[in-house]
């Protein structure tokens, strides 16, 4: 297992929930002589000048390098430009999303289809940056309705899965409850099951954030929409506590001996689940032992009583 921290959505935010680690579906391929263009649609054309037809793959592998190249890349000097920086790199990605799904959309039955979609969706806004720094994903909602009508008993949509359960959008719950009700592959469904609880949980703590600021509502409904933020706060939040813990549970016990990246899916779907009922607000915080900025070693516990502010962060 590579670490026992998943990196989840963008580059510049880490899952602190992570039951397993897995690579990243689509290969980031090397490509010589590269070519950039606007569109993909493009690329057929320009083969056809120098005499040859380019194919899907060529085209995807074009786009993959362009996906990958930010422009204006400069060193970062403050948290002013490492934003900008950020936004720029979520606007730059859902532009290649969109082409990726033209790809997609002209050459549905070639097996680069699904490359192309899984990338398009790649990015997930797991912070969530708000909408008027990151822009809309205009590539989304497309990408996501042809993965569910074309590509939804695939064997290689566990990274896929595993990659959106850190995300808070109405597709990314639609895609894991149709991969879960019918993708025959059982490492796809444990992957699937597992990453559905979680991204019910995750979700359920940012209703409850968005709930109590209202700063973060707004920035949701702007990302999200105003409808679909309604709907989450009619939500029965007890029963989407038992969902979640159903979820956990019953997986466990139908897809417990299939191995996924750090263990069993018995092993992981326990632990989450364990993590589930105690790592919650209103509840006792477990002992944590750790060293302190001055190099003294410290218990949690010695500070009962008194008010903590406990900081978990990594340098990305």
Same mark, same amino acid.
């Given at each position: 297992?590579r670490s026992e921290?998943?990196?989840?959505?963008?580059?510049?935010?880490?899952?602190?929930y992570?039951?397993?680690?897995?690579?990243?579906?689509?290969?980031?391929? =090397?490509?010589v002589? @590269?070519f950039?263009?606007? !569109?993909p649609s493009?690329?057929?054309?320009?083969?056809n000048? +120098?005499?040859k037809?380019?194919?899907?793959?060529?085209?995807i592998?074009?786009?993959?390098?362009?996906?990958?190249?930010?422009?204006?890349?400069? /060193?970062?000097?403050?948290?002013?430009?490492?934003?900008?920086?950020? *936004?720029?790199?979520?606007? !730059?990605h +859902?532009?290649?999303?969109?082409?990726?799904? $033209?790809?997609?959309? /002209?050459?549905?039955?070639?097996?680069? $289809? =699904?490359? &192309?979609l899984?990338?398009?969706?790649?990015?997930?806004?797991?912070?969530?940056?708000?909408v008027d720094m990151?822009g809309?994903?205009?590539?989304?909602?497309?990408?996501?309705a042809?993965?569910?009508r074309? !590509?939804?008993?695939?064997?290689?949509?566990?990274?896929?899965?595993?990659?959106?359960s850190?995300?808070?959008?109405? #597709?990314?719950e639609a895609?894991l409850? %149709?991969?879960? %009700?019918?993708?025959?592959n059982?490492? @796809?469904?444990?992957?699937?099951?597992?990453s559905l /609880?979680?991204?019910?949980?995750?979700?359920?703590?940012?209703?409850?954030?968005?709930?109590?600021?209202?700063?973060? $509502?707004?920035?949701?409904?702007?990302?999200?929409?105003?409808?679909?933020?309604?709907?989450l706060?009619?939500?029965?939040?007890?029963a989407?506590?038992?969902?979640?813990?159903?979820?956990?549970?019953?997986?466990a016990?139908? =897809?417990?001996d299939?191995?996924? %990246?750090? *263990?069993?899916?018995?092993?992981?779907?326990?632990? +989450? =689940?364990? !993590?589930?009922?105690?790592l919650?607000? *209103?509840?006792?915080?477990?002992?944590? #032992?750790?060293?302190?900025? +001055?190099? /003294?070693?410290?218990?949690?516990? %010695?500070?009962?009583?008194? &008010?903590?502010?406990?900081?978990f962060w990594?340098?990305?």
């Open positions: 297992m921290w998943w990196a989840g959505g963008s580059e510049q935010a880490i899952g602190l992570c039951w397993f680690s897995g690579g990243i579906a689509v290969t980031r391929g =090397l490509l002589g @590269v950039l263009v606007s !569109h493009l690329l057929p054309a320009i083969g000048a +120098q005499g037809q380019v194919s899907p793959a060529e085209q592998a074009v786009l993959k390098v362009e996906y990958d190249r930010v422009p204006g890349g400069r /060193a970062i000097a403050s948290d002013a430009e490492r934003l900008e920086y950020i *936004g720029r790199v979520y606007r !730059h +859902q532009a290649v999303g969109e082409k990726l799904v $033209a790809l997609a959309e /002209a050459h549905p039955r070639d097996p680069v $289809a =699904l490359d &192309a899984t990338l398009a969706v790649w990015q997930v806004n797991t912070t969530p940056w708000p990151v809309e994903d205009a590539a989304r909602p497309r990408a996501f042809i993965i569910e074309d !590509h939804i008993q695939s064997d290689k949509l566990g990274p896929l899965c595993q990659r959106v850190y995300g808070f959008c109405r #597709e990314y895609f409850r %149709a991969v879960v %009700a019918k993708n025959p059982r490492q @796809v469904q444990a992957t699937a099951r597992l /609880a979680q991204f019910l949980c995750n979700r359920m703590y940012r209703v409850d954030l968005c709930k109590e600021m209202p700063e973060l $509502a707004d920035e949701f409904v702007a990302l999200y929409g105003k409808e679909y933020y309604a709907e706060k009619r939500q029965d939040r007890d989407v506590e038992r969902e979640i813990e159903s979820r956990f549970e019953t997986t016990k139908e =897809l417990g299939v191995r996924l %990246a750090g *263990g069993t899916v018995a092993e992981l779907a326990t632990v +989450q =689940l364990n !993590h589930f009922r105690t919650q607000v *209103g509840k006792e915080a477990p002992e944590i #032992e750790g060293i302190d900025q +001055q190099g /003294a070693k410290f218990k949690l516990s %010695a500070y009962r009583g008194k &008010a903590v502010l406990l900081d990594s340098y990305v």
